[in-house]
């Protein structure tokens, strides 16, 4: 019997050391072999977070990857080469200097109503606050060339969500009378589309979310009667949508239940 060749690990590094993961293994569950690792600082008082939900729902997993900020590492695959650092923490994500405001403000940092006076040390308390505040630096590099401009999807039907409910309706759909176009979008890399071939009107987007969902009163307002929707891609794909559907079908079920 021929035995099946495993591909190679994938290796990159992390915080400076070097690290692997199989192939189809999430940055995430490579990292946590071990242990479920800490990954950044909550925002304020930089305690430390880990990830929660497994599922691209929560902000416990944000990493920087070759200098691209807050990537979710239960959604990312790593590549071979890939340096992914932890962030929002110095020196390191376990020995935060910053913490020391967890310590100095046990009950509260007011942040809005304090750091203001006395006035010449404005500037240096934005510079605090605003360290204290955000999440990630800005990209190591600037995009070389303009954000691509969204490309256009025209169709009768839009289905968000490929699970099991999404899937089986893409596919009725697209088999219907007329043989509509219908576009599902997914935003896992995998559907509950199965095996068997796929209608040719029915097209897929993985990885891919929606981001604007327009209100009711805007629904048959865009060009001829249909609705315009916004979706973006994942760093895989890259990108984003421009979508315009006559009817849109929601299969987003509830939220999985959560990893920890
Ligand atoms: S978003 Fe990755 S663990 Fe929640």
């Known amino acids: 019997m021929a035995r099946r060749r495993l591909a190679p690990p994938v290796r990159f590094t992390f915080d400076g050391l070097y690290s692997s993961a199989l192939p189809d293994e999430t940055l995430l569950q490579a990292l946590s072999r071990r242990r479920v690792p800490?990954?950044?600082?909550?925002?304020?008082?930089?305690?430390?977070?880990?990830?929660?939900?497994?599922?691209?729902?929560?902000?416990?997993?944000?990493?920087?990857v070759n200098g691209t900020p807050n990537v979710?590492?239960?959604?990312?695959?790593?590549?071979?080469?890939?340096?992914?650092?932890?962030?929002?923490a110095w020196p390191s994500v376990r020995l935060?200097?910053?913490?020391?405001?967890?310590?100095?403000?046990p009950r509260h940092l007011d942040t809005l109503h304090g750091f203001r006076r006395p006035l010449f040390l404005r500037p240096t308390y934005h510079a605090v606050v605003r360290r204290l505040a955000g999440t990630g630096r800005l990209p190591d590099d600037p995009p070389a060339a303009p954000p691509k401009s969204p490309e256009r999807r025209e169709c009768t039907y839009l289905v968000v969500g490929g699970g099991k409910a999404g899937a089986r309706a893409a596919r009725a759909l697209a088999s219907s009378?007329?043989?509509?176009?219908?576009?599902?979008?997914?935003?896992?890399?995998?559907?509950s589309l199965g095996k068997s071939p796929i209608p040719p009107n029915l097209r897929v987007e993985r990885g891919t979310s929606l981001a604007f969902l327009p209100p009711p009163?805007?629904?048959g307002a865009g060009e001829g009667g249909k609705v315009p929707f916004v979706a973006v891609a994942s760093r895989e794909t890259g990108g984003a949508f421009d979508i315009r559907a006559s009817r849109v079908l929601l299969a987003t079920g509830a939220y999985d239940s959560f990893l920890v």
């Open 177 to 191: 009378k007329g043989a509509p176009k219908v576009l599902l979008l997914e935003r896992r890399r995998e559907t």
């Open 217 to 219: 009163r805007l629904s």
């Open 96 to 105: 935060d200097l910053f913490a020391v405001f967890d310590r100095l403000f």
């Open 72 to 88: 979710r590492a239960c959604q990312t695959y790593p590549k071979e080469g890939d340096h992914v650092r932890t962030e929002n």
């Open 38 to 64: 800490t990954l950044t600082r909550s925002i304020k008082y930089h305690r430390p977070r880990g990830p929660l939900c497994g599922t691209g729902q929560c902000a416990g997993c944000l990493v920087r």
